[in-house]
């Protein structure tokens, strides 16, 4: 089996941590005994968080180390690189980042969330505590630009406005959000809605809090800023802020402890699980548990057992969606508090259905 998360670059913040928790479920499946008694063994490349060294070390993966599974990836762009690898040479890419939607692969297996598992509660939630004017900030690639679409809909449709959008590379330094920092206070949004990823979101918030704004009256709220981004840019930074995702650390719950006990044992005490870490973790024993119904890695064979496959998740009890590939996640809203942990605010009471094309938006934003 394959796996391509990077070590190294800008994306590194957030993709070693998916790398541990892919390791960590391995590593616990062979000591359980395998797979009908044989070992998982992973052939790990590190990308060094360039999108095209993900395509390359794909093909790298199913060509010369005859590979057919591959777990990776983080962003939309690499992606996007990885799939008509998997695509034209039959494999099965699984993907444990939340991404913009609107996709559909036979050739991959999607356990992050979708907007509809995130964006729309999320858009509830800011316009009923904060207000409706929003200023969108991201990094410059698929998924920011796609999942601020997405939101200026949501928005839209419950009256609110985007008074600001910018776009910064994703190599960004601290010191190119200055202007944009000058630009919220011009605005006075209500919220600031981040798709920064990587070292940028340290950076963001960073200059946010160096700037004096104040996250109770303008909050800086995201998808993608997770427990990881929180330990880097310092909890203190971190305070006050919000995050839509299936899964935090302090979520509740046996499973959860014990996930969270195993994983800081491995890594150590100052090592947060985060929301990647938890999909890339669960869908290595969701492969386990088809892969030992299937008992081959022949993709066609293995991909019948994979849909509709459970597992009782750190976050709750998840399910691949046979007609769409996805993952029935939960829907969660957190607040950042000093410990650098997120308080849940908010939980679905059950898995919310994958819907990656927002086929039941419209009725869902309405409420």
């Known amino acids: 089996m394959g796996v391509l998360f990077s070590r190294t670059g800008f994306m590194s913040v ?13 590593e616990e499946i062979n000591a359980a005994g395998g797979v009908n008694g044989r070992e998982l063994v992973p052939v790990v490349y590190d990308p060094g968080s ?11 993966l199913m060509i010369e180390d005859n590979v057919t599974t591959i777990f990776g990836c983080y962003t939309s762009s690499s992606r996007k690189a990885v799939l008509p690898v998997v695509e034209r040479l039959n494999g099965l890419l699984w993907y444990p980042t939340l991404y913009e939607g609107f996709e559909a692969s036979a050739n991959v297996i999607y356990t992050g969330a979708a907007p509809n598992q995130n964006s729309v509660a999320l858009c509830r939630f800011l ?10 900030i991201g990094s410059d690639y698929i998924y920011p630009r796609e999942s601020n679409r997405v939101m200026r809909e949501l928005l839209k449709q419950s ?30 949004p209500d919220v600031v809605f981040s798709t ?4 940028g979101t340290v950076y963001l918030y960073q200059a946010y809090v160096d700037a004096g704004l104040d996250p109770r009256t303008m909050p800086i709220a995201s998808l993608t800023t997770t427990e990881a ?11 006050g802020h919000i995050t839509a995702a299936p899964y935090f650390q302090g979520v509740g719950g046996e499973a959860n402890a014990s996930f969270v006990a195993r994983y800081k044992k491995r890594y150590g005490d100052d090592e947060p699980t985060n929301m990647c870490v938890e999909a890339a973790y669960f869908q290595l024993y969701l492969f386990a548990k088809a892969l030992g119904q299937a008992n081959t890695l022949d993709t066609d064979v293995l991909r019948s057992m994979v849909l509709g496959t459970s597992f009782d998740a750190p976050q709750g ?9 996805h993952t ?29 094309f927002l086929i039941g938006y419209g009725r869902a934003a309405a409420r």
């Not at 920064?196 to 070292?199: D, M, R």
């Not at 981004?229 to 305070?239: L, P, W």
């Open 50 to 60: 360039e999108s095209a060294a993900f395509g390359h070390y794909a093909k790298r």
């Open 196 to 199: 920064v990823v990587g070292e």
């Open 14 to 26: 957030i993709e070693e941590t998916q790398l541990q928790g892919t390791l960590l479920a391995i």
């Open 229 to 239: 981004e929180i330990r880097a840019m310092g909890f203190d930074v971190g305070e």
């Open 317 to 325: 009890h998840v399910t691949i969606d046979p007609s769409s590939s």
């Open 127 to 136: 316009i009923d505590t904060y207000g409706s004017r929003f200023y969108f």
């Open 328 to 356: 029935d996640l939960w829907t969660r809203i957190g607040k950042v508090n000093r410990r650098g942990q997120f308080d849940v605010i908010r939980e679905s009471p059950a898995p919310v259905h994958a819907d990656p």
């Open 159 to 188: 009256g609110g406005s985007v008074v600001g959008e910018q776009y910064l590379s994703l190599r960004a330094r601290r010191q190119d959000f200055l202007p944009i920092i000058q630009d919220l206070r011009r605005t006075q």
